[in-house]
């Protein structure tokens, strides 16, 4: 069946934004005080993410004193995924790291083609693609959209997660699946017969709690960190997808800094991101066990056949993106897959 991408939906300006803009330029670097970098995420601080935040947090204490100030605020407290890019924009947050799924939606297109299904088989073949010439292409587009990328960081691959195990193609049939805001992945879930539902990762586990959606995918440790293990009792390990994020800041923010403290700050983001790539790794394990021996949940292996049948038919999804305006960077990407 034939795939075809919807343009990307205008984006509405909060009310809660344009509030926030009102307060935000003090936020700007004005030389007089300490500056205050507000770095804002939606997962829980016991993640890649939520960790490399607080280290990235921590070397900056260590290397400017108060002088510089990074205030983590996890779990969606500051901003959730409906409002954080425009926020940074508007220049009420200084920081994120959205997922790469995300960017789609702000005007980033490109960045859907990390949502492949299959295109990567484990997180560290990524940084061959993000660490080199077309991951820095990336993001200097985001700089069209008012967004100043510094980073990548991996989480890991998604597996999906239902009231039954998801192993062949016919498992997937009328479910209701909560997704990221991204056409991949919305085209993904269809190809397997399931309507996807796009809602804040906030909302997801008390969507699934309550039955507005019964399915969903994601790295183990949203997994276990969002408890979705009580209202998802069936996880199949599919890993049929990456995630990982970008770390950007607004640029207007970044150029009224002086030069030693840019250098400061990508310096210690350098490395709490290679702290990061590192924790996710070892996170992602930890939170295989864990799944197992503290929560009920039932982990299931599908079989070499049962993966084969679920990529034959998310084979039109590549399809779709060969041939659309991504296919260029889908191209760029296979190839750095490749490259020696
Ligand atoms: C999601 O929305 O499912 C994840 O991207 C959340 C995150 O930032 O890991």
Redesign the pocket.
Known sequence: MPFALPPPAPRAVTRRALLAAAVALPALASGRGPVRLRFS???APD?P?GRMALHFQALVHERAGDRLRVEVHPDSQLWG?DDEIEALRLGAVEMLA??L??FGMAGVPEFEVFDLPYLFSEAAQVRRVTEGPVGQALLRRLERQQVLGLGFLD?GLKHMSAQRPLRRVADFAGLRVRV?ASRVIEAQWRALGAQPVVLP?AE?RRALASGVVNATE?PLS?FLTQGLASVQPQLTLTGHGY?G?AVVTNPRFWASLPMADQRLLTDALRAALAQGNRWAAELDRDALLALQRQTGVAVHQPSEAERDGLRRALRGVSQMVERGPQGQWLKDVRAALLAK
């Open positions: 995420h939606v997962v993640t993410k995924d959205p997922s799924s995300k989480n990221q990762f997801t994601n949203n995630l994020y």
